[in-house]
Every structure is written in C-alpha cells, then in structure tokens.
C-alpha cells in the first residue's frame, strides 16, 4: 500500500463536516490522527458529541484518533451558530449512537495541532473545516508551524462569488474574521521566509457550490451500501418530509446520512431554490487527498475585519494592484462529479460496512 497522508481534520460538526469525517473514515490513503474541535456551526460542546458520535458511526473504534476541545468562541467576536442551516444539534434530523470508549483528549486543540506537528515535521497536513480559531490560537503558541506542516487546506471565504452568509462573506470566515486574517497574515510570513512552506489551498464557495447532492445521490448512495432503495424514501419527495419518520435502513449510519441530508436539503430549498445540498467540508477534504479534482490559482488575499457590508469578505487581489505576493492558492474550478461520485462510493461502502 501506498503511503498514506497523515491528517489533522479541525471541525465544527455540523451537517457536511460529518460527512467530511464519513469520507475520511473511509479513505484508505489518509490517516486520521487527530480531529480537532471548534464552535462554529453548533456550540463547542455540541461540536465534541457530535465528532465523537460520527467517529463512532463510522466504526473505527480501532482506530486511534485523538478528539480534542478547542475554542468555544471566536477570537473577538461574539459566537453566532447557525442550527437554521444544520439543525438544532447540528446533525439535521439524525440521532447518533452514544459515543462509545473515545473521550475527549485531556490536551486542547491548539496544543495538540502544535505537538502532532512538531512530532513529524513536514509530513502532517491540517484541513480545517470551520472558523480558524484553533489554528489561530496553535500559531500563537508556535508561530513556526506552517514550516512543521506539510500543508494547511481550509473550507473558506468566497473568492469570486457572492458570500452565503452575508451577500460578502462565507460562513467560516464571517464567524471569526479575525483568526481568518490572523492565520493568513503568518502562512503568508512563512512562505516569504521559507521556501519550503507551500501556499495554503484554500476552497471557497466559488468551487464548493459546483458540487450539489441530490436525492438521485442519495438512491445511488444507498444501492452502493447494498440497502434498498427505499431506505432512502424519507428524503425523496420534499412534501412529505416533515411527516417522515425518517429512514429505515439498517445501517445507522445509512439512517444517518439519510435523516441528515433530509434537514440540509430542506434548507436548501429554502435558502437557495433546489432540494439538495451543497456539501462543502467533504469536497474541502477530497480535494486535498486528489488535488487533481481542483485547479488553483496563486492570488494575495486578506480578510475585511471591519464594521459594514464587507465585514468576513475575502478580498482577493486577482489583478496584482497591491503588488504583493500570492499567500493562497485559491480553488478556482473542480471536477464535482468525480468528487460526488467518489464520495457516493466511500461513504456508500462505509455505511455497508458498518450497517446492521
Ligand atoms: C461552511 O459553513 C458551514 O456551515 C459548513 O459546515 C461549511 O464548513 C460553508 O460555508
Ligand atoms: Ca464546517
């Protein structure tokens, strides 16, 4: 076997990180080591019994990643979630197993980031999936920490597109601008001073909102774990959703993808007019294990930390007028159905697996 890409995934559990940790229990060329955990689109202690929960789901109870608690709040702002997008535990309509033997680690987020790195230097690569307060607060204790990393790819801002929280600014980055612009200012330090350093990829909305699941997905999804169709009826036909009593698979976590999907769909069509979800964590993740799913353009980027109508916004400077050197290498375009096909065939077989 080939050798597999050690990876920190930092999450805000919340209906599309849960898959992201689905794909990633379910890639061989990755090694979870760590997941790291930040109140974003549910509280912090939401986003801990969520991860424990899908981690158990996934039934990689043999596997020995380390969970870990980070910030409970943005760096200066105020926390704002979003249980409107993700439900009001952040997992949609699903329900998770009690979580199992794996507790919480007794080292925090940041510090944990920090020592994984500092333990294998150059060979660990970071995915965060949420606002980028623990990163924020891992470069402060170790500001060396983009050479320690192999990498860093972040779910974030909105670099040619509308944003989806305010008409500016993506979600991640509108929760905490600040650890945004923060971890920006040090990676860009980094690749100055250090040419081993790469650019950060960052995948924004521009390239996230290309991939849409859709319940045909969820049917191919379900075939692919080997359960009949009709384990994914509760989220085939939108009028009668809110009657379902949800799905009936076997596999819980089938159930789970099922009754998640079913929430985010519904708000999707309240939000943006089709019922299906964008699903932006797992395409984040797939993308840094196959970076030929995207094609990435160098640019210099900083983050509007001020009051009004671009506070959150990414502001990126395609035609080179600040003059200064590119510090993201921002996803411009993807292939989606490579990605939804792969995720339908991972998580698919996942669920199989797993199942009753
Ligand atoms: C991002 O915001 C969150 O709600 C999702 O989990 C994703 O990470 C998309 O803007
Ligand atoms: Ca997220």
Redesign the pocket.
């Known amino acids: 076997m080939t050798e597999r890409l050690p990876v920190i995934l930092d999450v805000?559990t919340?209906?599309?990180?849960a898959l992201a940790l689905l794909y990633a229990c379910a890639s061989p060329e990755l090694e979870l080591i760590a997941v790291t955990c930040v109140a974003?689109?549910v509280s912090l202690a939401q986003v801990a019994r969520n991860t424990l929960g899908v981690l158990e789901l996934a039934g990689r109870a043999d596997v020995p990643v380390a969970v870990a608690l980070g910030a409970d709040r943005p760096l200066v702002k105020p926390l704002r979630t979003?249980e409107e997008?993700?439900g009001p535990h952040g997992i949609g309509h699903a329900a998770l197993p009690a979580t199992g033997q794996r507790e919480v680690a007794s080292v925090g987020a940041a510090q944990l980031i920090v020592d994984v790195a500092r333990r294998r230097p150059g060979e660990v690569q970071l995915i965060t999936?949420?606002p980028m307060t623990n990163l924020a607060a891992a470069l402060d204790l170790e500001p060396r920490l983009p050479s320690l990393l192999r990498g860093w790819t972040f779910?974030?801002g909105a670099f040619r597109v509308p944003g989806?929280?305010t008409p500016t600014s993506?979600?991640?980055v509108f929760v905490d601008p600040d650890a945004a612009k923060a971890c920006l200012a040090v990676w860009a330090a980094s690749v100055g001073a250090d040419p081993g350093t790469r650019l950060p990829l960052g995948m924004g909305?521009d390239v996230?909102e290309s991939a849409r699941v859709m319940p045909a997905d969820v049917a191919r999804l379900t075939r692919r774990a080997g359960a009949a169709e009709e384990d994914a009826a509760a989220l085939a036909d939108p009028s009668t959703l809110m009657q379902s009593g949800g799905s009936v698979a076997a596999s819980p976590a089938l159930r789970f993808v099922v009754d998640s999907l079913r929430f985010y769909f519904e708000f999707h069509a309240q939000y943006d007019g089709f019922y299906g979800a964008f699903i932006?964590?797992p395409f984040t993740l797939a993308a840094t294990l196959d970076p030929s799913l995207v094609r990435c353009e160098p640019v210099f980027v900083d983050v509007e930390v001020g009051p009004g109508l671009a506070h959150g916004m990414t502001v990126a400077d395609w035609r080179g007028i600040t003059g200064r050197a590119p510090n993201i290498a921002v996803a411009t375009s993807g292939d989606a159905a490579t990605f939804l096909d792969r995720l339908i065939d991972r998580i698919g077989g996942l669920a199989g697996v797993s199942g009753s």
Not at 14 to 17: N, V
């Open positions: 805000d919340g209906i599309d990180d974003g689109n979003t997008t993700h999936l949420g779910m974030g989806n929280t993506e979600w991640n909305l996230t932006h964590d």
